[in-house]
């Protein structure tokens, strides 16, 4: 017999364990009174501990920045080695979305 798959709860619960071995450091903040309220009634309502979620807000908020700010290097590093595209190009570009002939992003 197959065994069944798993069901999305059990994938999420599956992975908050994996993540929870992997976490071994400890961090304190401090909260305004409001946060700590809104926080403290989403716990109860997720039926999650506090520091479970305070280090997920934190790994989406560090994994958002790290790509955000690899973007605007890797823009800069373009505009340095001169590889930049006209407002021209681009405005053309922009005017052709959901037209016939829509044209390709300028490079």
Same mark, same amino acid.
């Given at each position: 017999m197959?065994?069944?798959?798993?069901?999305?709860? +059990?994938?999420?619960?599956?992975?908050? !364990?994996?993540?929870?071995?992997?976490?071994? +450091?400890?961090?304190? @903040?401090?909260?305004?009174?409001?946060t700590?309220?809104?926080?403290?009634?989403?716990? *109860?309502?997720s $039926?999650?501990? *506090?520091?479970?979620?305070?280090? +997920?807000? @934190?790994?989406?908020?560090?994994?958002? /920045?790290?790509?955000?700010l690899?973007?605007?290097?890797a823009?800069?590093?373009?505009l340095?080695?001169?590889?930049?595209?006209? !407002? /021209? *190009?681009?405005? *053309?570009?922009?005017k052709?979305?959901? $037209?016939?002939?829509?044209?390709?992003?300028?490079?």
């Open positions: 197959r065994p069944r798959p798993l069901v999305a709860d +059990e994938l999420l619960s599956e992975h908050v !364990h994996r993540r929870a071995q992997v976490m071994t +450091e400890t961090l304190s @903040i401090r909260l305004d009174a409001e700590t309220r809104r926080l403290d009634a989403l716990s *109860k309502r $039926k999650r501990s *506090k520091s479970f979620l305070a280090a +997920e807000a @934190i790994a989406a908020y560090v994994e958002s /920045e790290e790509w955000q690899g973007e605007l290097q823009g800069m590093a373009e340095d080695a001169r590889h930049e595209v006209s !407002h /021209e *190009k681009v405005s *053309k570009w922009l052709s979305w959901g $037209k016939r002939g829509e044209t390709k992003a300028p490079r």
